[in-house]
């Protein structure tokens, strides 16, 4: 960690910069174009920063970056840095570098959760209700796959994968039964929760996931140098005094409580967790220390570029976030599975 | 059980699907001993490390730290009292040697902190020990074997635990990294630390545990002194292997020759070896291995035909250094030779402390006589040698072979048919 420190020192402020002027010009880029600067003047003036009280502003411009487009940025970033921190934990906690709350199950279990909390129209009565069935779900998910996995309380890599497709396609096929029960002509709504987006996202949605999101990951930095000592596996963890399975059952909830208000918010958007953990890793090595925060902001980062190019590519019709992330995503997992497969050989 | 047994185990027993992998096993440990476990492939020696330590829980017994039990202890407390390094960790991220060398301090941080300062010069000062710490910053998973090894010695010293067990911690090692980290234990030891290791290396064990420990078959076999617990009796009940151990001349250290008793069996048949300068080492050896009974005479004490006679537990005759034998060791030299069914003559140099030895060969029924070199540039008493050398050539039966020839009809087993021929050959 010694070693990195030079890089890390530097790296953190840059990605804070990047992070934010990604932002801004998320916000301010778009079928309709507003300046930079009104796009400046709109979000001060609505946080009353002093001096930018008194400017009168076009009521659609208004409209658009206030009410459209930064919250939708604000939940990609909380999105993209809950979800990279997750895969971070997730990866750590199986000492495996392929773990991603996608690939093991708990996305879709988030979203088989959330889906039954709409079908029993439980969503109306509470704002939590469906983060909590969300996140019973994302348990429920991991549970089946460690359990499904695990083999004298050793976890292979291929065999954690294998456990967590089916898992995935479980619960994936569970929720689209219920879909089709619930009403067989939303076929956007089972896009949502399939390949996730962060279109229509509103304040609500921030308001909804930023506390735990926020918390969660707040969480897991503290608990970081833990994760360094379950990633040696279980012997080495035990042997130097660590309760390996108290901790990893309770880092692992915190991870599935993050992913599922994720998926909450914006659907199952997958494969940021394998893919910005990894990158992030080559940069400042395996501390979850420095990795936790660093892959925070990246994923952050990550998440709003794929969704400003998904806007982009073709500018009429929107793509969904989920089937960019996917597609940067799957040959960046495939390359590392071959890396995986060539170093156990 | 006395105030100085830092380790105690009692009745420990593992058993799954029915299996005893391990067996009521007892033993105590005090304060700065260096245990080596030792027992062949499958006796159980990583799995009772394990049962020790408490990652693998026992299915009976219990251990004591201190008088105290392990189940007493939490995971952190006991990491505090015993370190153990693994026989194989994987780890799938590059942390740096020092990354995890710190990881030895684990136990002493609270669940909030990060390592101080001070725990990094601890983990600097047992790099340094054990010769890694210019690793520092390298990555584990590209460093060679034998670094690799030392960089978790330093992470398991750097636990400042009292205890600690290691698995094979010399595994993929080179033989000079394999003596280093017995060294380093043997100077931990020595410092009032408890070591129990599971070695494979015998000759390592010996030269540098101060006690061992064999198992088989989940049991103690024998638990003592290295000079106690490495004799053939024992290492043949454990490894199934036959084996002669005796002290190499050489390093003034215990030393194991393991063989393979050859199928027929020559127990019945007693051969008389007339050796002597280091004449008939090999012939010994291979006599030895195809299940011989062994006679020999007269060497002198001091020579290397003696030693190997001594490390063979042949029943041999010894005349002091540079005298002549004496007439009470000639006869019963005389007797012996009589007696066996077959007598090897080697090459010998004769001179006057050692002439008996070629007039008492003309007593052997059956006479094999070696000669690399001609009589004539062996004779150092004046002729006489060559004298008797001759008239032994004469006798019936006698035959005249080279050491290789020896050695191959020793191998093909044909030593006795040999005699037996030459016996009928001569009679018609």
Redesign the interface.
């Known amino acids: 960690m010694k070693s990195s420190n030079y890089r890390v020192r530097y790296l953190l402020p840059v990605m804070i910069i990047i992070l934010v002027l990604l932002s801004i010009i998320a916000t301010s880029w778009g079928q309709v174009g507003v300046p930079l600067a009104n796009t400046m003047e709109i979000i001060f003036k609505h946080w009353g920063i002093p001096g930018y009280a008194d400017i009168t502003l076009n009521p659609q411009q208004d409209a658009v970056i206030y009410f459209i487009r930064l919250p939708r940025v604000i939940v990609g970033i909380l999105v993209g840095a809950g979800l990279a921190v997750a895969g971070a934990v997730m990866q750590g906690i199986f000492s495996n570098p392929l773990a991603d709350p996608g690939i093991i199950g708990v996305s879709s279990g988030a979203a088989f959760g959330a889906i039954t909390a709409i079908s029993l129209g439980l969503t109306t009565s509470n704002l939590f209700t469906m983060p909590f069935f969300a996140a019973g779900g994302s348990l429920l998910a991991v549970l089946l796959t460690v359990m499904l996995a695990s083999h004298k309380g050793r976890i292979p890599v291929i065999i954690l994968l294998l456990a967590g497709i089916a898992v995935s396609m479980f619960m994936g096929a569970l929720s689209s039964g219920l879909l089709t029960i619930l009403n067989e002509h939303r076929v956007r709504e089972y896009l949502f929760w399939m390949v996730g987006g962060l279109d229509y996202r509103r304040w609500e949605h921030v308001y909804l996931a930023a506390g735990p999101i926020l918390s969660g990951i707040g969480i897991c930095c503290l608990l970081a140098r833990h994760m360094n000592i379950l990633v040696l596996g279980d012997n080495e963890a035990r042997a130097v005094g660590a309760s390996v399975q108290k901790m990893r059952i309770g880092i692992l909830s915190v991870a599935s409580v993050i992913t599922a208000f994720a998926v909450c918010v914006s659907g199952a958007i997958g494969f940021v967790g394998l893919v910005v953990p990894h990158i992030m890793r080559i940069f400042v090595g395996p501390d979850h220390r420095l990795l936790i925060p660093v892959s925070a902001l990246a994923g952050g980062i990550f998440l709003v570029a794929c969704d400003v190019l998904a806007r982009m590519i073709v500018p009429s019709i929107e793509i969904r976030v989920g089937v960019i992330t996917a597609l940067v995503g799957a040959p960046y997992f495939l390359y590392l599975l071959r890396r995986v497969q060539r170093s156990e050989k | 059980m006395t105030q100085s047994n830092i380790l105690s185990i009692n009745n420990l027993s593992y058993v799954i699907a029915d299996k005893h992998i391990l067996r009521n096993i007892s033993f105590a440990a005090s304060v700065g001993e260096f245990i080596g476990i030792i027992g062949p492939n499958g006796a159980g020696k990583s799995t009772l490390l394990?049962c020790i330590?408490g990652?693998t829980p026992p299915s009976a017994g219990q251990v004591l730290i201190h008088n105290t039990s392990i189940q007493n202890f939490?995971?952190?407390?006991?990491?505090?009292r015993v370190?153990?390094?693994?026989q194989d960790?994987?780890?799938?991220?590059?942390?740096?040697a020092?990354?995890?060398v710190l990881?030895?301090r684990?136990?002493h941080?609270e669940?909030?902190q990060?390592e101080r300062q001070q725990d990094i010069d601890i983990a600097r000062k047992n790099m340094a020990f054990t010769g890694v710490e210019k690793l520092?910053?390298s990555s584990v998973n590209q460093v060679s074997g034998g670094e690799r090894q030392r960089i978790l010695f330093a992470k398991a010293l750097t636990?400042e635990t009292d205890i600690l067990f290691l698995d094979e911690p010399t595994a993929n090692l080179d033989l000079v990294y394999q003596e280093e980290i017995f060294r380093y234990c043997q100077t931990i030891c020595g410092r009032g630390k408890t070591v129990l290791m599971v070695v494979h290396d015998l000759r390592l064990a010996a030269k540098f545990c101060s006690r061992l420990i064999l198992l088989a078959k989940g049991n103690v076999l024998v638990d003592g002194l290295p000079d106690d617990v490495l004799t053939s009796k024992y290492l043949e009940q454990a490894y199934h292997m036959d084996t002669v151990v005796f002290k190499n001349k050489t390093t003034g250290l215990l030393d194991i020759y393991t063989y393979e008793a050859g199928q027929a069996s020559n127990s019945d048949i007693n051969v008389h070896i007339i050796g002597g300068g280091g004449t008939v080492g090999d012939i010994i050896r291979q006599l030895f291995n195809n299940g011989y009974k062994l006679s020999g005479g007269v060497f002198h004490q001091g020579d290397s035909d003696a030693d190997v006679a001594e490390a063979f537990q042949m029943d041999v005759l010894l005349a002091d250094p540079f005298c002549a034998v004496s007439n009470e060791i000639g006869r019963l030299n005389r007797e012996k030779i009589a007696a066996a069914d077959v007598v090897i003559l080697a090459n010998l140099y004769f001179g006057p402390q050692n002439i008996d030895n070629l007039q008492a060969a003309a007593h052997a029924k059956k006479l094999i006589i070696v000669e690399d070199s001609p009589i004539e540039q062996r004779d150092y008493v004046g002729g006489q040698a060559v004298l008797i050398y001759k008239r032994l050539i004469q006798n019936k039966g006698v035959i005249v072979l080279t050491s290789e020839e020896l050695l191959q009809m020793i191998e093909d087993n044909k030593l006795a048919d040999q005699g037996v021929q030459l016996s009928k050959l001569t009679a018609d």
């Open positions: 394990r330590r990652i939490s995971e952190r407390e006991l990491a505090k370190a153990y390094m693994q960790v994987s780890v799938n991220f590059d942390f740096s020092l990354d995890i990881t030895g684990y136990p941080l669940w909030w990060n520092e910053y636990q």
